[in-house]
T-cell receptor
Framework: DAGVTQSPTHLIKTRGQQVTLRCSPK?????VSWYQQALGQGPQFIFQ???????QRGNFPDRFSGHQFPNYSSELNVNALLLGDSALYLC??????????FGPGTRLLVL | SQQGEEDPQALSIQEGENATMNCSYK?????LQWYRQNSGRGLVHLIL?????REKHSGRLRVTLDTSKKSSSLLITASRAADTASYFC?????????????FGQGTRLTINP
């Protein structure tokens, strides 16, 4: 049973560019959440998708957007990258229960 | 913003000793969860305790929850080198159990052989 998978594992971009990160949820899960984790900090909630709709959103600017596909996989898009967007981006999935299972993350470096 | 705060921020003990980490939070919660993270990789779910529970065990882990003090503790007994990691508490705020998790800044645990 595959867990949550994310791609790519690492990414280097320059300021102003756009990036797309991908996530496939654990089998049987229909809800995907995205978190940003800066170095030395705890993860911060970006948004959550359920039934292809954004259900909840954290305190992130509109430069952060997402999408969920009919197969429940999800994308996180970040436009106009800033140096401060450098972080580990974590995807988590769950179903009706509370436990969220996390993927290995995508480490984004913005130069 | 971070809701939870872990204490201590860093903890170093000898293998075989017990490790205790504490977490405080600010708002009412539906449940509290503890996660482990090795070297900046993905988070591994350890245990979930609901707001109406006071204590929960899983193997060498014991979690307590005091909703009146808005605090929780994670005890790892008989620590092993493999327990070296960062540990985070995460709360699901709200009575209805809002899905988002709010994390603290974590405790960095080092187990010395």
């Amino acid at each position: 049973d595959a867990g949550v998978t994310q791609s790519p594992t690492h990414l280097i971009k320059t300021r102003g560019q756009q990036v797309t990160l991908r996530c496939s949820p654990k089998s049987g899960h229909d809800t995907v959440s995205w978190y940003q984790q800066a170095l030395g900090q705890g993860p911060q909630f970006i948004f959550q998708y359920y039934e292809e709709e954004e259900r909840q959103r954290g305190n992130f600017p509109d430069r952060f957007s997402g999408h969920q596909f009919p197969n429940y996989s999800s994308e996180l898009n970040v436009n106009a990258l800033l140096l401060g967007d450098s972080a580990l981006y974590l995807c988590a999935s769950n179903t009706a229960g509370e436990t969220q299972y996390f993927g290995p993350g995508t480490r984004l470096l913005v130069l | 913003s971070q809701q939870g705060e872990e204490d201590p921020q860093a903890l170093s003990i000898q293998e075989g000793e017990n490790a205790t980490m504490n977490c405080s939070y600010k708002t009412s919660i539906n449940n509290l969860q503890w996660y482990r993270q090795n070297s900046g990789r993905g988070l591994v779910h350890l245990i979930l305790i609901r707001s109406n529970e006071r204590e929960k065990h899983s193997g060498r882990l014991r979690v307590t929850l005091d909703t009146s003090k808005k605090s929780s503790s994670l005890l790892i007994t008989a620590s092993r080198a493999a327990d070296t990691a960062s540990y985070f508490c995460a709360t699901a705020p709200g009575i209805q159990g809002a899905q988002k998790l709010v994390f603290g800044q974590g405790t960095r645990l080092t187990i010395n052989p």
